[in-house]
């Protein structure tokens, strides 16, 4: 039943009848007959494209997806579900899967409406500055960013790039493509997008890092380039200094700015999230923070690992760790860091919990991340030398000694572990632990002991265990999907 809903949803908001927009008023306002004439018709759809941002998914289940799974957090909290993704237990019937697919899709089904009505659109206002093609290069790009988020979770997916008409299960029952059709369709979205988006839109920061600019679009052609199987890092390299030399001139800040909530719209944030509180707030720092933060004292989500604060503590990275990391006492057990309560980790990227009204954001690209990822093509391309002098641009803004390395071997485990310092939730290290072919290495290596049985956490890391199932209620409701190798 919940899966038939979410797909007549998605198909009503394909003819404009089930989509909720901000700021502007709704197409779902309008009938089909009148819908997508007038510029502030595409407008309120573009609004309601971003809005997509706003879903869980994105919300916090992205550092799930990602940074839970990994060695950097536990699942906190009391939700069995993501106890069964923190200790990589994945079954197709976790409702958090299907909660991911259908938003994503959802997300996607507003930029297809885009993509298909804009164009016929005449208003005189679209002509103006070039508007029309500006708002389909956005949508371009928001369709790519949801697919770049399915296909690293569950491999190939159905490749759905037009709003339904019907629901008929003869349209609707899109058999999966293969993960390099879906990477090669996210390619061409983006270099539709990179042809008809401005590297900035005007001197308001807090418009420029809410859209997708030119250099969201090579922030995300950098990552798509190193991420998909037959990785390209001449690519990699070629986008990601698009981005270091872009004229929107983008430049590292001081780390704790970053986080402290004050600072946001920076030099360095080339696209995030712009939660503004109300309506518009970001809940999920309710879910993490501390009892002194957040005004409750119910256990909290997303806890760092033991294994992520000694690599910390190893590094002696005190500036990074004190803006990821926040101890306090509680009165809970907590399996890994105290049994009847005591002093355990909070994850502290966010500051203020705001009674689940959070302004706090998460950064969808940032320029630290992109330093280390060209560092990493650097290395990969056999460059060490060049890759330790970008490293070492992110380790000396933190007070750290540079590094360096004469094989391309030991440079890539130092950009590994620099990523993981310096992007510890903001759901980064699933993905690098698969990029780098050390998911099973790493996973099956922790020793976190559960100090309830004294015994060592057992992950039973495989290779299938990278790619997440594919949902049992979206299998249920389109028999042409197969399943990933690994689960029934």
Known sequence: MQARYIVLCVLALSLGACSKFVDLTPISDATTGNAYQSASDAEAALTGAY???????????????????????????????????????????NSRLFNAWSQLYTGIARCNIILQKVPDITDPKLEANNRKEQILGEAAFLRAYHYYQLVKTFGGVPLVLEPATSADPGQTNIPRSTDAEVYTQIIKDLEFALSRLPDAYSDDASVNKARATKGAVNALLAKVYAQKADRDYNKVLEYCNAVISSPAGYQLINYNFLFDGNHYNNDESIMEVQYTGGAEANYGPQLLLPPSLSGDTWRKFVTPSKDLVKAFDDEHDNIRKNTTVL???????????????????????WKSASGWASTNRQYLFRLGDIILLKAEALNAL?????????????????????????????????IEKERRLELAQEGQRWDDLRRYGRAETVMNGLNEIDLRTNQRVNYNMTKDKELMPIPQLERDRNKQLGQNPGYN
């Open 51 to 93: 809005d997509a941002f706003q879903q869980e998914y994105y919300v916090w289940d992205n550092i799930n997806f990602t940074d839970v799974v990994s060695d950097n957090y536990y699942a906190g909290g009391d939700n069995p579900e993501i106890f069964a993704l923190d200790l990589l237990n994945l079954s197709p019937v």
């Open 327 to 349: 101890f306090e006492n509680v009165t809970w057990t907590d399996e890994y860091w105290a049994i009847g309560g005591g002093s355990v980790p909070f994850a502290y990227k």
């Open 382 to 414: 056999g460059r060490p030398g060049d890759a330790a002098v970008e490293v070492n641009k992110i380790r000396a803004r933190v007070s750290l000694p540079g590094v360096t390395a004469t094989t391309k071997e030991a440079m890539q485990l130092i």
